[in-house]
């Protein structure tokens, strides 16, 4: 592991990317900011210095140990052979806090599993809730590798559901969700698509986060809804149990 450690009292969050090379911790507020641009989309150079407000010759040092690193990539121009046009070459892992957002009592989680007479559903979601929050109370998001396991679980599952009929897709989707214990779906509205979980396995029972918390749903209906539609569809939670809701809400672009 190599440590960044530009600007120690920096007030953004570390962020952690995996390379070939190992696993990167990236601290400095311009990495953090050139990294994020990256992730929306792949840009060229004076777009990057434009959105960043850093002037060319820092955004060309910190570019120049970001390739060099393995953590971007570049192509040129098609355009201009002279310039490059960056992209994301690592796989994102996460975000951790420079502090602990709080600190919670696990005894409550088993204590919740003991009163459900040893179901081994309710085992199940001990053991994922227990590991999830220990890793949030260290400050650590773990939310894009559940996103990408998400993904794909869905591009593994979308044969067994997948029906032409989009009524019946909506369908499989609500009776996957409910024989295996992870909510109750309802389709609340179909321009814009909106999907509704009750119950939710993955974020009921967390504690009030501020922030959505389902990023494995998020992924898993991606996955399906792309493969069902034949291109890209973006999914967005809106509504979670972490942000206070009593409901996830999920939108399909």
């Keep these: ?25 990236i601290d400095s507020p311009i ?30 040092e910190h570019l120049k140990k970001l390739y060099d690193e393995g953590i971007i990539d570049s192509r040129p121009d098609p355009e201009d052979a ?14 951790l806090s420079r502090e602990k ?15 459900s007479d040893g179901s081994p559903f309710e085992f199940f979601r001990l053991l994922f809730q227990t590991i999830r929050v220990s890793l949030i109370g260290q400050g650590l998001s ?17 044969p067994s559901l997948e029906d032409p009929d989009e009524t019946k897709f909506m369908e499989n989707i609500a009776r996957f969700w409910k024989s295996h214990q992870l909510g ?12 509704n979980v009750y119950d939710c396995f993955e974020c009921k029972g967390l504690p009030f986060l501020g922030k959505t918390a389902c990023a494995f749903d998020t992924g898993l ?7 069902h539609y034949k291109k890209p569809r973006k999914v967005t939670e809106t509504k979670c149990y972490a942000t206070g809701d009593d409901y996830c809400e999920f939108i399909i672009e």
């Design 1 to 25: 592991m190599r440590l960044m450690d530009e600007n120690q009292d920096s007030k953004y969050q570390i962020e952690l990317f995996s390379t070939p090379k190992g696993l990167y911790v």
């Design 31 to 60: 990495r953090i900011k050139i990294l994020s641009l990256l992730r929306e989309k792949e840009r060229k150079f004076d777009e990057i210095v434009e959105l960043s407000g850093k002037a060319k010759s820092t955004i060309s």
């Design 82 to 95: 002279r310039k490059k046009i960056f992209s994301i070459k690592s796989e994102y892992l996460g975000e």
């Design 101 to 115: 957002l709080f600190k919670e009592d696990l005894k409550q989680y088993v204590q919740t599993y003991l009163e």
């Design 142 to 158: 773990v939310d894009p590798i559940l996103h990408d396991a998400g993904v794909q679980v869905g591009e593994t599952l979308y």
């Design 184 to 195: 109750r779906v309802e389709v609340k509205s179909i321009e814009p698509l909106m999907i």
């Design 221 to 227: 209906l991606k996955a399906l809804f792309s493969a």
